[in-house]
């Protein structure tokens, strides 16, 4: 069966430092991948998405910038941080079955910047 | 612009009552149309999705495409309905999806 994984469950990172979230899922080949931020009191924004090894898209400009070095391996980063990128990050897989792509999500890493 | 909305950020409501989560999206064409869910301590979880016309721990959702709404209803809520519910249609061919701002459900005793 599938499963994501998302790591470190929890940062704390004063501003000016630099960031690396991890996200890597087992169990399928070639997903579609997703970074997501959920700031508090606010519904779930979509930052990077993934198709392929070395693809990304970038939904929104930020201080942030995605990877996907492997297949099955999605890397959040920033070289540094702002105030403003505390929240909660989601990471998500999904592939499309016919016309429909159901998206699973990580558990989510509660990053604090100080 | 596409755009999602979800008016209600909190309903309170008794067990059994009726509980209705609106949802209202401006897209472009027919995009795919989704409810997922997140209860304490768990990870976001897809509920429902209109194409399948399922009835999910007993809520549905009817698409209304003149309306372009998508509304999550539940004859009885319980009590462990409480959670976060988001609205999340997808417009394109990559599977993205564009969440609501998420409804906060509470059904108290």
């Known amino acids: 069966s599938q499963t994501i994984h998302q790591w470190p469950a929890t940062l704390v990172q004063p501003v000016g430092s630099p960031l690396s979230l991890e996200c890597t899922v087992e169990?399928?080949?070639?997903?579609?991948l997703y970074w997501y931020r959920q700031a508090a009191g606010r519904g779930l924004q979509l930052l990077f998405y993934?198709?392929?090894?070395?693809?990304i898209s970038s939904e929104v400009p930020q201080n942030l910038s995605a990877s996907r070095p492997q297949d099955r391996q999605f890397i959040l980063s920033s070289k540094k941080l702002l105030l403003s990128d505390s929240g909660f990050y989601l990471c998500a897989w999904s592939v499309g079955i016919g016309s429909s792509y159901e998206q699973y999500f990580g558990p989510g890493t509660r990053l604090t910047v100080t | 612009a596409q755009r999602v909305t979800q008016p209600e950020k909190l309903l309170s409501v008794f067990k059994g009552a009726p509980v209705e989560l609106k949802c209202n999206y401006s897209?472009?064409?027919?995009?795919?149309l989704f409810w997922y869910v997140q209860y304490s301590r768990q990870r976001l979880q897809l509920l429902l999705r209109h194409i399948s016309r399922e009835s999910i721990k007993g809520f549905t959702a009817d698409l209304n495409k003149g309306e372009t709404s998508f509304h999550l209803k539940k004859p009885f809520a319980q009590e462990e309905d409480s959670a976060m519910y988001y609205c999340a249609p997808r417009g394109d061919s990559w599977g993205k999806l564009q969440f609501g701002a998420g409804t906060q459900v509470v059904v108290t005793p």
């Open positions: 993934s198709v392929g090894i070395g693809q």
């Open positions: 897209y472009s064409g027919s995009p795919e």
């Open positions: 169990g399928t080949s070639n997903p579609n």
